[in-house]
């Protein structure tokens, strides 16, 4: 998209240069808004007593516990429950549903990358398929305190963490099960050395063999930490099973490796 919500146009942060290149992804206003709740994480030095004050955080400032003083009426009531977390844990039950089309939407305002992929490839962005698309994330959207506001905070989150425990690793090998590489978008490349568009949120592991369950193959690669929007590992419990990272998609180059 020409515009985005972020330090960086589409066209950069998508790109395989990004990938070789990484730098810190900032989206507007988020760290100016809730600079409170920074200053805190800084005071804190244990992981878990972070992720512990975040959510609190998130449940205050979000009145996620006091529904009503956020304008919950009687009208509003089915969805009433849905945040952050539930937004994660139905992406974990099914990247193509209400809650996937929602964190889609997301990535697509924030980071100005189109969606390739929901229940059905997206080619077209006045077509059918992508206005089902579109229809899914309004109703996901439709009803919650700022569904959007508590995923930007997440992801600066998930930064922060990553700028303070590891400061000096821009990129994270990460992998994906597959059967054929035909099922994905290839850009170039020969032999065992591709160029991948991917959707512009994807699931990825740490685990080399847990990705071997999902596929014949493996692909591997370098993904900028600054593109990570979360992992099992920040905040434990949310995600369970496959050691997931939930990266920003775009164009990746890739290693195609046997089990």
Not at 37 to 60: K, Q
Not at 143 to 172: K, S, V
Not at 199 to 219: K, W
Not at 225 to 250: R, T
């Amino acid at each position: 998209m020409p515009i985005n919500r972020c330090n960086l146009p589409a066209v950069i942060l998508g790109s395989v240069t990004f990938q070789r290149h990484p730098t810190d992804l900032l989206l507007d206003g988020v760290a100016e808004l809730h600079a409170d709740l920074f200053r805190r994480l800084d005071l804190v030095g244990d992981s878990a007593e972070r992720a512990a004050a975040f959510r609190d955080y998130v449940a205050v400032h979000f009145c996620l516990d006091q529904l009503e003083e956020a304008g919950l009426t009687d009208a509003s009531q089915q969805r009433a429950k849905a945040n952050w977390m539930r937004a994660l844990r139905g992406w974990s039950f099914d990247s193509d549903g209400r809650e996937g089309a929602v964190l889609k939407g997301w990535v697509e305002s924030r980071f100005g990358l189109l969606p390739r992929f929901h229940r059905e490839p997206l080619r077209d962005f006045v077509g059918p398929a992508y206005r089902r698309y579109q229809e899914m994330r309004a109703a996901g959207i439709s009803g919650t305190n700022a569904l959007e506001g508590q995923l930007d905070l997440l992801y600066a989150y998930c930064q922060y963490e990553f700028r303070r425990n590891a400061p000096a690793r821009p990129t994270i090998e990460l992998y994906r099960g597959i059967n054929r590489i035909g099922d994905h978008e290839v850009l170039a490349g020969d032999g065992r050395r591709q160029i991948v568009l991917f959707n512009n949120l994807a699931s990825f592991t740490r685990s080399r063999e847990r990705a071997g369950e999902f596929g014949d193959y493996i692909l591997a690669t370098q993904v900028p930490s600054a593109k990570i929007f979360f992992h099992y590992g920040l905040l434990p419990g949310v995600l369970k099973g496959e050691d997931e990272y939930l990266v920003v998609g775009g164009a990746y180059a890739v290693t195609i490796k046997t089990l």
